[in-house]
């Protein structure tokens, strides 16, 4: 564990708190897990304050079945029976329950089927298809590439 300085104000709920006493007292440290926003156990000048440890918040899973990208590059699946397979790197499929997903996933980012995708490209382009100059028609080209990832 290290120590951060933090103002009181800044204690979050669930936060491990270090207070240093001020020189004189015969306590020199306190450690508490604050119970709520900015809690602080003394007030008054030279008293110190150090974050020992921010639990992670938990993530809210989604419910819709389908594929997630979880925090921001693995490949994992909700199925109907609520469990989720954790593709991980691609090597290995891992089921996982609800509960460890939350302490596993930082986000997640619903993944859309690749036809879905496809018809909103095909409606994004016949929208700019009747586009009156070159000028207008390259200008849809680029806003639908940078909408839908494309860099070639």
């Not at 619903?110 to 995708?117: D, F, G, N, R």
Request: without cysteine; hydrophobic residues 40%.
């Amino acid at each position: 564990m290290t120590k951060t300085p933090i103002e009181p104000e800044d204690i979050r709920e669930g936060d491990l708190i270090r207070v240093e006493f001020p020189e004189g007292r015969i306590e020199k440290a306190l450690e508490f897990r604050a119970e709520f926003h900015g809690q602080i156990r003394y007030s008054g000048s030279g008293f110190a304050y150090f974050l020992l440890d921010r639990p992670k918040p938990i993530v809210v899973l989604p419910t819709e079945v389908g594929r997630y990208l979880a925090n921001g590059t693995e490949l994992v699946t909700l199925h109907r029976n609520g469990e989720w397979l954790w593709n991980g790197d691609g090597s290995l499929a891992i089921v996982w329950t609800a509960e460890e997903m939350q302490r596993l996933a930082a986000s997640l980012t619903k993944l859309e089927p690749v036809a879905e995708t496809a018809k909103r490209v095909t409606d994004a382009w016949e929208a700019w298809r009747s586009a009156s100059s070159w000028e207008t028609l390259n200008s849809a080209r680029a806003r639908i590439a940078k909408e839908f990832g494309v860099t070639s």
